[in-house]
T-cell receptor
């Protein structure tokens, strides 16, 4: 079982709603990641936090806003999403970003539907 | 050209067969390499890290060829439970860090 916990498991929201996805890990990892995955496609990296600082932003639209309140938590705030944003959102963590410590462990994901 | 390319699949092989996948990468500065497995509607799970010296875990062997810029995964004596999508992951860190997943190879093992 994954040690990265994501909530909620499923989320349905309208285009005018504001919602947040949450991710938590207690493995002492210092790097955390958000990915978006569409059906039959590989995960696409969105954001990476390293030591609670945003390290990578893959030119994600501003309607997705990440937040890392502490080393165990990662949030993704959603506002004014479009139907094409419907996807599986995966969180991952790793000990560190570099070298042999960047093995990523994934949460089970939040399946998001935007109506 | 994509930065990371995988065999397109799908591979449909009988139980007990040996099957091999390749994954090529274009950036010679790439530093870390992994194989992940993803079952339908589940999260990716690490299968193996890949090193230049090669590594083996039971029926699975992974190799890295830096000169030709590819990684490979060999599955021997395949089981029905090996049916999944196999994703290669390539990472490098410089002025522009990158973590790139290959498009995945679907493997189906038939009885």
């Amino acid at each position: 079982d994954t040690e990265v916990t994501q909530t909620p498991k499923h989320l349905v929201m309208g285009m005018t709603n504001k919602k947040s996805l949450k991710c938590e890990q207690h493995m002492g990892h210092r790097a955390m990641y958000w990915y978006k995955q569409k059906a039959k496609k590989p995960p696409e990296l969105m954001f990476v936090y390293s030591y609670e600082k945003l390290s990578i932003n893959e030119s994600v639209p501003s309607r997705f806003s990440p937040e890392c309140p502490n080393s165990s938590l990662l949030n993704l705030h959603l506002h004014a999403l479009q139907p094409e944003d419907s996807a599986l959102y995966l969180c991952a963590s790793s000990q560190d970003l570099r070298g042999t410590k960047n093995i990523q462990y994934f949460g089970a994901g939040t399946r998001l539907s935007v109506l | 050209r994509k930065e990371v390319e995988q065999d397109p699949g799908p591979f449909n092989v009988p139980e007990g067969a040996t099957v091999a996948f390749n994954c090529t990468y274009s950036n010679s500065a790439s530093q870390s390499f992994f194989w992940y497995r993803q079952d339908c509607r589940k999260e990716p799970k690490l299968l193996m890290s890949v090193y230049s010296s090669g590594n083996e875990d039971g029926r699975f062997t992974a190799q890295l060829n830096r000169a030709s810029q590819y990684i490979s995964l060999l599955i021997r004596d395949s089981k029905l439970s090996d049916s999944a999508t196999y994703l290669c992951v390539v990472t490098y860190y410089s002025s522009a860090s990158k973590i790139i997943f290959g498009s995945g190879t679907r493997l189906s093992i038939r009885p």
